[in-house]
């Protein structure tokens, strides 16, 4: 019988023979290498360099890299609203086609329409939007669609109706044109002596500009 002792780091052997019913230890101690591992009776086994996480270093984990989009310049390949306001900046002057929901968004006045006035209109103007059709959290989930770098012209027809032309409200559709940006203030100074406000803060707004 073989016996496995720790000494000083290092492990021992210690071998056992059993004689006529008595068992006399043999002073056969082999000294064995802290870095030998007993696998069996008598067997001796260098285990494989390993690294600091104790994965062999012959067979390094695989590093599987984040899946991106692919860039879509003049091809066939289709992005989601998400894929493009994931990263805006990486498809910026490229040519993409983007699947989404129609959506004209109506802009409403603080105005409060009296009862006697029965064509009373509050609305103020109407924005060309292609949504993500299911909300995804935590991201945007929304392009604004441009015609020659300019909103999507989207005229007033009745009160509160518009119609942006080529463009049916909640429809799915895929819309090809360059990611674009271009800067708009959002805050300012009042002018004195009845000047024009002087803008305070700029921001960078994205669009997609369709051909």
């Given at each position: 019988?073989?016996?496995?002792?720790?000494?000083?780091?290092?492990?021992?052997?210690?071998?056992?023979?059993?004689?006529y019913g008595f068992s006399a230890l043999r002073e056969e101690m082999k000294l064995i290498p802290p870095d030998m591992v007993v696998t069996g009776v008598g067997t001796l086994k260098t285990p494989e360099p390993q690294g600091a996480n104790g994965a062999t270093l012959a067979d390094p984990p695989l590093t599987i890299p984040p899946e991106?989009?692919?860039?879509?310049?003049?091809?066939?390949?289709?992005?989601?609203?998400?894929?493009?306001?994931?990263?805006?900046?990486?498809?910026?002057?490229?040519?993409?086609?983007?699947?989404?929901k129609v959506v004209v968004n109506i802009?409403?006045?603080?105005?409060?329409?009296?009862?006697?006035?029965?064509?009373?209109?509050?609305?103020?103007?109407?924005?060309?939007?292609?949504?993500?059709?299911?909300?995804?959290?935590?991201?945007?989930?929304?392009i604004l669609l441009f015609s020659h770098n300019e909103p999507y012209p989207c005229p007033k027809t009745a009160p509160a109706q518009y119609v942006c032309a080529h463009?049916?409200?909640?429809?799915?559709?895929?819309?090809?044109?360059?990611?674009?940006?271009?800067?708009?203030?959002?805050?300012?100074?009042?002018?004195?002596g009845g000047g024009a406000p002087t803008p305070t803060r700029w921001e960078d707004r994205y669009f997609l500009n369709i051909k």
């Open positions: 019988m073989n016996t496995r002792l720790v000494i000083g780091g290092a492990m021992v052997l210690v071998t056992t023979s059993v004689v991106q989009p692919p860039l879509v310049q003049g091809g066939t390949n289709v992005l989601s609203i998400t894929d493009v306001t994931r990263d805006k900046e990486r498809f910026l002057g490229k040519t993409v086609r983007v699947q989404g802009f409403l006045g603080e105005m409060v329409c009296s009862p006697d006035e029965p064509a009373c209109d509050t609305t103020l103007g109407a924005r060309l939007e292609l949504w993500e059709p299911r909300t995804v959290p935590g991201i945007e989930n929304l463009f049916t409200d909640g429809e799915i559709t895929t819309v090809e044109g360059v990611w674009s940006k271009d800067s708009v203030a959002v805050a300012w100074r009042g002018g004195s």
